[in-house]
């Protein structure tokens, strides 16, 4: 039987030995810690290596665990966050357009939203073919603002997201906007958006796509937590899985970099200090 199961004999005899006795205070424990790790993992799409699981642990749960406990746990079950694979960039920087200097120069935390949005194109491949997708991320909590999604992808793919991004936080003149050197950022109609809305036009140097480092970060986890997982079969699936994400990464996924936040969550926070800072100051005044 236990070969059948794939099951070793002296795990068998341990269980049947412990079915006997009953758990131990230590064997209780670890069972308990187990639903709950199994649960984090699974909520959140398998994607959490021991240090995010360990942090929902002790802040939601109110767990007391150490961090290496919730490691050897997690070896023991056989959780592992989805390994990252190579995948290739799509931009064409062989144009004669106008580029624009590095201003943004590697400076990924701005202090307040909208000082600062990065955007970059990645392809998704199904089997009606290639989708590219374009995001538009907000640098101070990684937020992606806004995306659009083509099978072509012309300077009209970044133009519709751009265009959406700015309905949707009308940013104030001076916001730097970054890209690479790709020629869709570089075509006339995407320059004049951007100079219509008072944009600081940034670009990566060439060959250089840690100057862009963020997208190449979220292009990375949506693809290795993600995407990876799934053979789409249409382009309507791969959309539907993009979409499925993103909304993930907005609303539950937690980052590091922001204290272990969500991007909406670290927006909300800002909000809610700078209207506590102007009641304070208009408290102060009267």
Not at 114 to 143: C, Q
Not at 167 to 172: K, T, V
Not at 222 to 251: G, Q
Request: with cysteine; hydrophobic share 35%; net charge positive.
């Amino acid at each position: 039987m236990c070969e059948v199961l794939g099951v070793s004999k002296s795990g068998y005899y341990a269980y049947t030995a412990r079915q006997s006795r009953g758990e131990t205070e230590k064997e209780k424990w670890n069972r308990l810690l187990d639903e709950r790790i199994l649960f984090h993992f699974s909520d959140n799409l398998g994607t959490y290596g021991s240090p995010r699981i360990h942090r929902l642990l002790v802040y939601k749960d109110k767990i007391v665990v150490s961090q290496k406990k919730v490691a050897n746990r997690m070896r023991e079950l056989g959780l592992f966050a989805t390994p990252q694979k190579k995948w290739i960039h799509t931009t064409d920087s062989n144009h004669h357009l106008r580029v624009f200097d590095n201003e943004l120069n590697r400076e990924f935390q701005p202090d307040a939203p909208n000082r600062a949005w990065a955007t970059d194109i990645t392809y998704i491949h199904t089997g009606e073919g290639f989708m590219y997708l374009n995001p538009v991320i907000d640098l101070f909590s990684k937020r992606v603002i806004s995306y659009e999604m083509d099978d072509r992808m012309g300077h009209t793919l970044p133009l519709r997201a751009l265009e959406k991004a700015l309905a949707l936080r009308n940013p104030q003149k001076g916001w730097i906007h970054h890209s690479d050197r790709g020629s869709q950022y570089c075509s006339k109609k995407y320059i004049e958006a951007l100079e219509d809305a008072k944009a600081t036009i940034s670009m990566s140097r060439k060959a250089t796509p840690y100057d862009n480092a963020c997208v190449e970060s979220f292009f990375a986890s949506l693809k290795k937590e993600y995407l990876y997982k799934w053979v789409f079969k249409t382009k309507a699936e791969a959309m539907a899985a993009v979409h499925f994400y993103i909304e993930f990464y907005n609303r539950k996924r937690i980052h590091s970099t922001l204290g272990y936040a969500t991007p909406n969550d670290y927006e909300l926070a800002y909000e809610l200090t700078q209207k506590e800072y102007a009641n304070q100051n208009q408290f102060t005044s009267a």
